[in-house]
């Protein structure tokens, strides 16, 4: 208990998920992280599947006897995984345990990260040592998100730092180099942050803070060695560094006992050749041999089910979202044109109403009027889309906005909005958005700039306000969240309800329209370069007041957080409506089968319009 504070460390690791590769170094990481924190006067549990399967039961065990009751409050949670991961969506990270091929559930640890908020953490570090590419075979992509923790015992009043400190960026792989026997195979990225850790490399070391290793320092090291070290081996690893815990209460070394570390040995020659994809069961002699991966990435065996994701773009979506026949003003202010599957009909609040349009030949246009036919929408709605298979598109339809619904068989892949009297163009980073998510990822070397960039354009199109919170949200960034409800309502403009939920506020009903209060956000220097370059994501902001745009999560991820906010009673969530989430089919963004559509209908009273109505 270092300087009196209670600090937790749980080590995971998961060599065998069949039927991904075997991976023996996530095993040596688990039990070498595992001897640092217990050196460190951390209490450690190490959880590996070693001798029985990790399976989401197991895990919650452990966290729970951890956590629940405390001998003491936790003042710092540290969460250490090794193994086979994913990445789909905004930052929705995935780890996969020893059953998941089977159970198509893994460990969702953005609401993991969430849930752990209610069990009095003052700080949570987060270290992953796992592939995050997102294989692209259907299973994988139905996987369910599972928290692992119930409600936890207390609500805070804040959620507390985060650091993070991930091996491969969003869809890369990680990699594992062969010692003399399978008990020295190391994972690149584990094998220098240990390192570190230790205190062992002086380019860990705080050039401020003599003989103390810090979150900046730490995340610097690994940021300029995990590289170059990937670089021997013909391996491009970058990895994604957060360090988010206060200055003077940031140390991971030097703070009290200064153990000596193990001796680190060198690491080993590169070989020869870049490394070649191959069965994990046969792995080349002159680079450990046996039945160890060896030298090369944890690839997905060729006769597996599961097939690795493109990168970048996906230039078919992107083309699709390009050349969508939209039109560029509706008269009553609001509307939507829809691609794909033909509409069965349109749900409505019994004071909006919803007219289709001629179309063309590509897909249909629908306005939405307020009080009478052509009226203007003077308030955000919630309407129901019903396509030809009986599901629904769960949307909103936002004033002086006309939205672009592209549905197909795999769910409503595409939602965009598009100010009246704006150009087609300003939808342009959107779409390049929603196609990198088509293959797979939204891909960010450093998800801080992505946001910023992202939210450039968020007033003119609020999906790109969406996007930023769910980065924002990955690496704890409450406060840019709250700033970006703020503009929106500085704008005149509904928030997004996925920004008001991640938000961390609450909500209220006035005049048949929810509200929320956004507290007052103080300055704070900028974390990066490009944030420097623009005030409004560090400047002070106001506390206010606004309408919220929707009752429901925009994207289909965000009913987990949903789930959470109607667990712990937030005045956020209708009555109901939470338990809906069973569900939310696949896709993008939200869609309810059949029979989630008609409870929804029945639960807020929708009226049908257009075709459904005859």
Request: with cysteine; charged share 20%; glycine share 8%.
């Amino acid at each position: 208990m270092p300087n009196g504070k209670r600090m937790v460390a749980l080590a995971i690791a998961v060599s065998e998920a069949k039927p991904l590769p075997y991976l023996s170094g996530a095993l040596n990481g688990a039990r070498d992280f595992g001897k640092w924190a217990t050196a460190l006067g951390y209490e450690t549990r190490t959880l590996t599947d070693e001798n029985k399967p990790v399976t989401i039961p197991r895990l919650r065990l452990e966290l729970e006897a951890m956590l629940n009751p405390p001998a003491a409050p936790v003042h710092r949670l540290i969460l250490y995984f090794a193994g086979h991961g994913v990445i789909r969506e905004a930052e929705e990270g995935l780890w996969l345990l020893s059953d998941w091929f089977n159970e198509l559930r893994a460990v969702a640890v953005e609401v993991l990260k969430r849930r752990l908020y209610a069990y009095n953490v003052n700080q949570i570090a987060i270290f992953a040592d796992a592939c995050r590419s997102l294989p692209a075979n259907i299973d994988v992509a139905d996987l369910v998100a599972d928290s692992v923790l119930g409600r936890g015992p207390v609500r805070p009043p804040f959620p507390p730092p985060i650091d993070k400190f991930i091996a491969a960026q969003d869809g890369a792989k990680t990699y594992m180099v062969p010692g003399a026997t399978p008990e020295e195979d190391r994972c690149i990225f584990s094998g220098i942050l240990l390192e570190g850790l230790w205190g062992a490399h002086p380019e860990a070391m705080s050039k401020i803070l003599p003989g103390k290793v810090t979150s900046r320092s730490l995340g610097a090291y690994l940021q300029a060695e995990v590289p170059e070290i990937a670089k021997r081996y013909h391996c491009t690893l970058a990895p994604s560094i957060f360090p988010n815990f206060p200055e003077g209460d940031d140390y991971y070394y030097g703070d009290g006992a200064t153990p000596t570390p193990p001796v680190f040995p060198e690491w080993p020659p590169p070989p020869a050749e870049p490394p070649v994809a191959q069965s994990p069961l046969k792995a080349p002699s002159s680079l450990g041999g046996g039945t160890r991966l060896g030298f090369i990435p944890p690839t997905i065996p060729a006769n597996s089910e599961v097939s690795a994701s493109d990168t970048g773009p996906n230039q078919q979506m992107l083309a699709q979202l390009r050349n969508q026949s939209r039109p560029d003003h509706f008269e009553t202010g609001a509307g939507f044109a829809v691609q794909g599957l033909p509409v069965r009909g349109v749900w409505t609040t019994s004071d909006v109403f919803a007219e289709r349009d001629s179309g063309d030949a590509h897909g249909q246009w629908w306005r939405i009027s307020e009080h009478f036919v052509g009226g203007e929408l003077r308030q955000p709605t919630p309407v129901l889309v019903e396509f030809a298979d009986g599901n629904f598109a769960a949307t909103v339809m936002m004033p002086k906005f006309i939205a672009t619904i592209l549905y197909g068989r795999s769910g409503l892949s595409a939602l965009i909005y598009r100010e009246i009297g704006t150009q087609r163009d300003v939808a342009a980073v959107t779409e390049e958005a929603i196609a990198e998510m088509e293959s797979g990822v939204l891909r960010a070397n450093r998800a801080t700039d992505l946001a910023v960039e992202l939210r450039q354009g968020k007033h003119s199109d609020p999906v790109r306000g969406v996007l930023s919170a769910y980065l924002y949200d990955s690496i704890g960034d409450i406060d840019n969240i709250q700033r970006m409800a703020f503009y929106y309502i500085q704008e005149y403009q509904p928030i997004p309800y996925d920004i008001a939920m991640l938000a961390h506020i609450e909500g209220k009903w006035v005049d048949d329209c929810l509200w929320v209060h956004v507290p007052a956000v103080a300055k704070r220097d900028p974390r990066t370069a490009e944030e420097a370059k623009f005030p409004w994501t560090y400047s002070a902001t106001q506390a206010a007041d606004g309408i919220v745009g929707g009752l429901w999560p925009w994207m289909k991820q965000g009913w987990a957080f949903f789930v959470d906010l109607a667990d712990n009673g937030s005045t956020l969530v209708l009555p109901g409506l939470a338990q809906l989430s069973v569900h939310v089919l696949r896709g993008r963004f939200s869609v309810l089968n059949a029979l989630g559509g008609r409870a929804l209908i029945e639960r807020l009273q929708l009226v049908p319009r257009g075709t459904s109505a005859t």
